[in-house]
């Protein structure tokens, strides 16, 4: 089985910075991916990255990217040029290659945009 | 652009009550799931579902909870016989394909509250 955890309950940046989500997973499959899921508030939850495990370089998009360090188990997420609109509830998700569309997720962590 | 919609937001039943949890998919979607979150826990996947069959199913999903796609449309949970453990916010998605590392599109959930 696979366990997904997120060890930042709540994270706050100031708009225009930095910010990183951190995201640690055990599993024992070879082949697998890993997602970050946003939900703002009230919102329904919607993609924000994907990495595929046997990819070494780190998936980009836009002002998303992460950091993906397979020995350590290790996904974060970092977001670049944080915009007000960036508030929302962000979760951490393994889905193994032989378990199709089922979504392990980490508890989430609250980040918080001020302008 | 499409999304999964999810009816009603908020559904309060008494314990013992059979309650239907609505969705309806994007329309050339083939896979769709519920997930339910318990206040302040993970977002936990219960059940795949594929040509009107179950997929997948986690040892969440036990006899009380069946789901159906009666009309080619719409997808549904039914949690018979309520417990006020069930409340919870549930969480339906769909998926385009089953392939490794698809991505599911989550409706805005339905939040189940058993009183």
């Known amino acids: 089985a696979q366990t997904v955890t997120q060890s930042q309950p709540e994270m706050s940046v100031q708009e225009a910075e930095t910010v990183t989500l951190s995201c640690t997973y055990d599993?024992?499959?070879?082949?697998?991916?890993l997602f970050w899921y946003k939900q703002p508030p009230s919102r329904q939850m919607i993609l924000v990255i994907r990495?595929?495990?046997?990819?070494?370089q780190n998936a980009t998009e836009n002002r998303f990217s992460v950091n993906f360090q397979k020995a350590a188990k290790s996904f974060s997420l970092k977001i670049s040029d944080s915009q007000l609109g960036d508030t929302a509830m962000y979760f951490c998700?393994?889905?193994?290659?032989?378990?199709?569309?089922?979504?392990?997720f980490g508890q989430g962590t609250i980040l918080t945009v001020h302008p | 652009e499409p999304e999964v919609t999810q009816t009603p937001s908020h559904q309060v039943t008494q314990m013992g009550q059979e309650v239907i949890l609505r969705c309806v998919p994007i329309?050339?979607?083939?896979?769709f799931y519920w997930y339910r979150q318990i206040l302040g826990q993970k977002v936990e996947f219960l059940v795949s579902?594929?040509?009107?069959?179950?997929?997948?199913k986690s040892e969440i999903f036990d006899d009380q909870f069946s789901v159906e796609r009666p009309d080619g449309s719409n997808f549904t949970l039914k949690i018979r016989s309520t417990k006020l453990e069930d409340s919870a916010m549930y969480f339906c998605?769909?998926?385009?394909?089953?392939?490794?590392?698809?991505?599911?599109?989550f409706g805005q959930g339905t939040r189940l509250t058993v009183v």
């Open positions: 998700a393994f889905m193994a290659s032989t378990s199709y569309g089922k979504l392990t």
């Open positions: 998605a769909s998926g385009r394909d089953r392939g490794p590392g698809t991505e599911a599109f």
């Open positions: 329309s050339n979607h083939l896979y």
């Open positions: 990495q595929e495990a046997y990819k070494q």
């Open positions: 579902f594929y040509n009107n069959e179950i997929s997948e």
């Open positions: 599993t024992s499959e070879n082949n697998y991916y």
